[in-house]
């Protein structure tokens, strides 16, 4: 098992940053892949940004491209995301997730473990 809680949400203005931070316990944290989402209301969650367990590959969601930065510090088993330049269409609890695989995937259903979710509201 692998428990994660985020935290770092807020409430923001447009073109202001926040970091969110996921701190995870468990299983070795290390060895998870992990990933950002993101869900607003009445929205499916979406995929925003993953990250090997390595640091050495990332991925983002087209949409925070150039914006937003994942990182991990293993030795704090942490994870976080960098949001800058923040939108008002980045509204949403944002998600991160441990996936028990090598390289991280952009789907949902690709994770095993999920935290409970923090709130980012970007006022315009």
């Known amino acids: 098992q692998v428990q994660l809680v985020e935290s770092g949400g807020g409430l923001v203005q447009a073109g202001g940053s926040l970091r969110l931070s996921c701190a995870a316990s468990?299983?070795?944290?290390?060895?998870?892949?992990m990933g950002w989402f993101r869900q607003a209301p009445g929205k499916e969650r979406e995929f925003v940004a993953a990250?090997?367990?390595?640091?050495?590959?990332?991925y983002n969601a087209d949409s925070v491209k150039g914006r937003f930065t994942i990182s991990r510090d293993n030795a704090k088993n942490t994870v976080y995301l960098q949001m800058n330049s923040l939108k008002p269409e980045d509204t949403a609890v944002y998600y991160c997730?441990?996936?028990?695989?090598?390289?991280?995937?952009?789907?949902?259903?690709?994770?095993?473990?999920w935290g409970q979710g923090t709130q980012v509201t970007v006022s315009s």
């Open positions: 990250i090997t367990w390595s640091s050495g590959v990332r």
């Open positions: 997730a441990a996936a028990g695989r090598v390289v991280p995937t952009r789907s949902v259903s690709g994770y095993d473990y």
């Open positions: 468990g299983r070795t944290f290390s060895s998870y892949a």
